[in-house]
C-alpha cells in the first residue's frame, strides 16, 4: 500500500519537485516500506523522535525536520540532519550555525514564511526573512547555509484561500531570490495541496498522511 500510493504521487509530479515523505508517529516498518519503494528523503516534526529513528534505521536516509524548532534541541539532530525546514528567528539561526560548527558541518535550513493568518502560529513576515539574511551575511554566520523557504496553507476546504496564499508565497519567494540567489527551495504543500503547492511554484512537498495513511 505505501509502496504503491508513493509512486503514485511520484508519477504525478515533475522530476525536479522533490518528495519528503512525512512519517511523523509512523513506526520503522512502515518507514522501511517505503525506503524499500526508494524514498530517501523523510520528514519528521519532532526533533528526538528523529534522532531515535535515525539512529535505527538505514543511514542514507535523508532526515527533513519540517515542524517547529525548539532551538534547546537542535544538537540531537545537528549530527545529522540534511534539511530544516521550520526556523523562525534569528536565535534559532545562530544555535543552528554553533551547533553545525562543532558538528564541522553547514547546515542547510529554510527559512518559514506565515502566510496564513489565523491557522498557523509559526512563521516570518517576508520583511522579517529579508532581515534574518542580512543578518546571517553581517554576522558571517558559516556554518549555516539558508536555501530557501517553506510555509503552511491554511487548514481549510476553501481551497480558494489555499490558492491565494500559495500564489502569494510564490511572489515573495521570487523577490526574495532576487536579492538572495542562494534560496533555491520553495517547499510548500501537504496532502490536501501539494497539487495546487507545485502549480504555483513548489518544488518540495511534504507528503504524511496520503502515503503512510491517517494518523491516530
Ligand atoms: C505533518 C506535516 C506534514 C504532512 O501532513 P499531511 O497532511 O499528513 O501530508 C507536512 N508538513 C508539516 C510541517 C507537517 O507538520
Known amino acids: 500500500m505505501i509502496e504503491k500510493r508513493i509512486k503514485e504521487i511520484r508519477d504525478s509530479i515533475n522530476k525536479n519537485v522533490e518528495l519528503v515523505a512525512v512519517s511523523k508517529t509512523k513506526s520503522n516498518k512502515e518507514i522501511l516500506e517505503a525506503y524499500n ?5 523523510f520528514g519528521e516534526n519532532k526533533i528526538q523522535e528523529m534522532t531515535e529513528k535515525h539512529e535505527e534505521l538505514p543511514k542514507d536516509i535523508q532526515w527533513h525536520m519540517v515542524g517547529h524548532v525548539q532551538s534547546n534541541k537542535i544538537k540531537y539532530m545537528a549530527p545529522y540532519v540534511d534539511l530544516v525546514h521550520g526556523i523562525d528567528s534569528l536565535k534559532s539561526v545562530k544555535i543552528l550555525n554553533k551547533e553545525a560548527k562543532k558538528n564541522n558541518r553547514i547546515i542547510k535550513c529554510l527559512l518559514q514564511l506565515k502566510i496564513s493568518e489565523e491557522f498557523t502560529k509559526f512563521g516570518l513576515s517576508e520583511k522579517e526573512i529579508e532581515s534574518i539574511l542580512n543578518s546571517i551575511n553581517i554576522l ?27 500564489d502569494k508565497t510564490k511572489k515573495i519567494f521570487d523577490n526574495l531570490k532576487s536579492t538572495f540567489p542562494s534560496l533555491k527551495i520553495l517547499s510548500m504543500g501537504m496532502s490536501n495541496d501539494y497539487k495546487i503547492a507545485i502549480k504555483h511554484g513548489s518544488n518540495m512537498i511534504r507528503v504524511g498522511s496520503l502515503i503512510f495513511g491517517k494518523r491516530i
Open 37 to 41: 519503494a526508494g524514498q530517501k528523503v
Open 140 to 166: 558571517g554566520l558559516k556554518n549555516i547555509s539558508v536555501v530557501g523557504i517553506m510555509t503552511i496553507g491554511s487548514f481549510t476546504n476553501n481551497m480558494s484561500i489555499v490558492v491565494k496564499e500559495f
